[in-house]
């Protein structure tokens, strides 16, 4: 089955790891893709010129690096994105987050396999059986595994992982609203999971290697498991929780745009 792919890359504040990430791209990688679009949420560091060198000098393929106008956060992002895959007829959208924690190889497989054609949403996992991880904590492996416990008591469905840096979704699922309705912030993914089991959404996980080296954590561990619980108990709560709503911004419009772009 013959379907049009595009990549998603977000980048804030990873000057030092982006073109890292985007030397991974191999040709046989960048085959795969009809596009590379990588989204700049206003970094203010030096990533978005370290992301156009990258793409002059490693991509191939046609590649767009747009700007958000606003600080739309991680989640934000990822609208700008799936708005563009949409408003570009692409089938599929791989998210690949530009801090070079995640191997892009560790999905690949399951692509030529065509199991995102079975699947709207292949997650990948850093805890199930066959994964790797590097450089992080026992304490934040400990918590990780807490949370995806009391996620899947939740949804009824077995949560490998809550933060998916690594994940491709089918364009169809994108349509179906559910994405604009998950929070802005670093929770996106805590959110598009809740919401993606309570409407019945396919999906599933897979083992991935995970590195934390100079990666620059934008996450505050208390902060975000206060933000964690509240999330996991709006959902309890609800009598229709595949309605809930945990935009904080639907204000924006989640514009960006484009700073730099190169065809094939």
Not at 98 to 107: A, K, L, T, V
Not at 236 to 244: D, E, Y
Request: proline share 2%; with cysteine.
């Amino acid at each position: 089955m013959s379907d049009r792919k595009i990549l998603f890359i977000p980048i804030y504040n990873c000057e030092k790891q982006i073109s890292r990430v985007l030397q991974k791209l191999t040709t046989q990688v960048q085959e795969v893709f009809d596009e590379i679009i990588l989204v700049n949420n206003l970094s203010t560091d030096a990533s978005e010129a370290a992301a156009i060198e990258g793409c002059r000098e490693h991509i191939k393929i046609k590649a767009t690096v747009l700007r958000n106008r606003q600080n739309y956060g991680l989640g934000g992002s990822h609208k700008v994105a799936f708005k563009y895959a949409l408003k570009y007829g692409y089938d599929y959208c791989l998210v690949l987050h530009g801090d070079d924690q995640g191997e892009i190889e560790d999905i690949m497989g399951h692509l030529k396999k065509g199991e995102h054609h079975k699947y709207d949403c292949l997650l990948n996992s850093r805890f199930m059986p066959g994964s790797l991880r590097r450089g992080y904590s026992k304490v934040r492996t400990a918590g990780n595994l807490v949370f995806n416990l009391l996620f899947s008591v939740a949804t009824r469905r077995l949560q490998w992982d809550l933060g998916s840096g690594l994940c491709c979704y089918s364009c169809k699922f994108l349509l179906s609203g559910i994405p604009n309705r998950c929070s802005d912030d670093l929770t996106f993914n805590y959110t598009l999971q809740l919401l993606a089991s309570a409407n019945g959404v396919s999906q599933k996980f897979f083992p991935s290697s995970w590195v934390e080296d100079d990666q620059i954590s934008n996450v505050k561990l208390f902060r975000q498991t206060v933000q964690m619980l509240k999330i996991l108990l709006a959902y309890i709560c609800c009598l229709r929780p595949s309605s809930l709503n945990f935009s904080s911004k639907s204000k924006f419009t989640y514009d960006a745009d484009i700073v730099f772009q190169q065809s094939v």
